[in-house]
T-cell receptor
Framework: NAGVTQTPKFRVLKTGQSMTLLCAQD?????MYWYRQDPGMGLRLIHYSVGEGTTAKGEIPDGYNVSRLKKQNFLLGLESAAPSQTSVYFC???????????FGPGTRLTVL | GQNIDQPTEMTATEGAIVQINCTYQ??????LFWYQQHAGEAPTFLSY??LDGLEEKGRFSSFLSRSKGYSYLLLKELQMKDSASYLC??????????WGAGTKLIIKP
């Protein structure tokens, strides 16, 4: 079992460019989450999904979109990247909302 | 607003005991998690408390007092590999995790 994987691991974008981050899990988890982690701050929830075909906004959804077309995959899109989106992005998954979340290795994104 | 407070950084000596505190003010409470995060890596689960009291798991223990909005993580027999950040997170009334900024623990020989 690979657990939770994220692609890519590193990326540098120019302001205004778009990109998609891919999260995949092989644990048959229903719930999936996208967070960002910035220095001196706790993890902040961007968007989440409680099952295939569903998505919901988290604490900081602006500037991001998501899709969950397949149960095992959760995609995070940045349509027009801004320097404020420079961060480390983590994907997580879990069976249910009171269960332990398992995290992917993270994507380090720099927007110039 | 919702708030989780933890010390920013702590230093301890190899072989000693350290207690990392976490206080929280959230809209509802459905449990409290502790995660460990080594530099440049993903958070990994350490413990979960939903009822008051102490949960022990090997060298690590976690305590919860819901009436005080308080938890601590106790690490015994510290090892160099315990140098990491320790994240406190509370599951709120919407079953979303609210995260503290983390406590960076530095272990000295």
């Amino acid at each position: 079992n690979a657990g939770v994987t994220q692609t890519p691991k590193f990326r540098v974008l120019k302001t205004g460019q778009s990109m998609t981050l891919l999260c995949a899990q092989d644990m048959n988890h229903e719930y999936m989450y996208w967070y960002r982690q910035d220095p001196g701050m706790g993890l902040r929830l961007i968007h989440y999904s409680v099952g295939e075909g569903t998505t919901a906004k988290g604490e900081i959804p602006d500037g991001y979109n998501v899709s969950r077309l397949k149960k095992q995959n959760f995609l995070l899109g940045l349509e027009s990247a801004a320097p404020s989106q420079t961060s480390v992005y983590f994907c997580a998954s879990t069976f249910g909302d009171t269960d332990t979340q398992y995290f992917g290795p993270g994507t380090r994104l720099t927007v110039l | 607003g919702q708030n989780i407070d933890q010390p920013t950084e702590m230093t301890a000596t190899e072989g000693a005991i350290v207690q990392i505190n976490c206080t929280y003010q959230t809209s509802g409470f459905n449990g409290l998690f502790w995660y460990q995060q080594h530099a440049g890596e993903a958070p990994t689960f350490l413990s979960y408390n939903v009822l008051d009291g102490l949960e022990e798991k090997g060298r690590f223990s976690s305590f919860l007092s819901r009436s005080k909005g308080y938890s601590y993580l106790l690490l015994k027999e510290l090892q160099m590999k315990d140098s990491a950040s320790y994240l406190c997170a509370v599951l709120d009334s919407n079953y979303q995790l609210i995260w503290g900024a983390g406590t960076k623990l530095i272990i000295k020989p």
